[in-house]
């Protein structure tokens, strides 16, 4: 079970927060999925998405460098040995950030590729314009654009 806060530990205006070490944390360095299906992730990834492969590890766990953060693709293993989540359930959204022209370009891909849109290209009330879909595990994945 995972972190479960109590009275002690929830902060409040009666109880400012204390001088953490976590407050050195400047980015997300690394974001790690874990796959059912390599194969068709890589797949997905490489071929759809066409993210570079930038170090395979083994055959459980490859990186692909987006800008600053790495994206690695893993088999559970020593540290995750939790159940898959379910198909059609989503346990994690990643967003990737392009030029506002490029969220139709990058629907028009997918769509190539045979990949069903969740929602097609939409410019939203808060000032982007967004794009949802699934990879092969059903992860939802987001490509949006600041308007």
Not at 12 to 40: E, G, L
Request: hydrophobic share 35%; net charge negative.
């Amino acid at each position: 079970m995972g972190y479960v806060p109590n009275e002690k530990t929830i902060v409040n205006d009666q109880n400012p927060p204390s001088t953490s070490p976590f407050h050195s944390i400047r980015a997300v360095d690394y974001t790690v999925i874990f796959v059912r299906d390599m194969t068709a992730m890589r797949r997905f990834y490489e071929g759809v998405l066409r993210f570079p492969l930038t170090r395979e590890l083994s055959a459980g766990w490859i990186e692909y460098q987006i800008g600053c953060n790495t994206l690695a693709l893993a088999r559970p293993s020593r540290t995750a040995k939790d159940a898959s989540v379910p198909t059609g359930s989503a346990s994690l959204q990643l967003a990737f950030k392009v030029a506002d022209d490029d969220v139709d370009r990058c629907a028009d891909e997918l769509v190539r590729y045979g990949v069903d849109l969740l929602e097609p290209p939409t410019d939203q009330p808060f000032g982007h314009r967004t794009l949802f879909f699934r990879d092969p595990d059903g992860n939802l994945l987001e490509v949006y654009a600041e308007i």
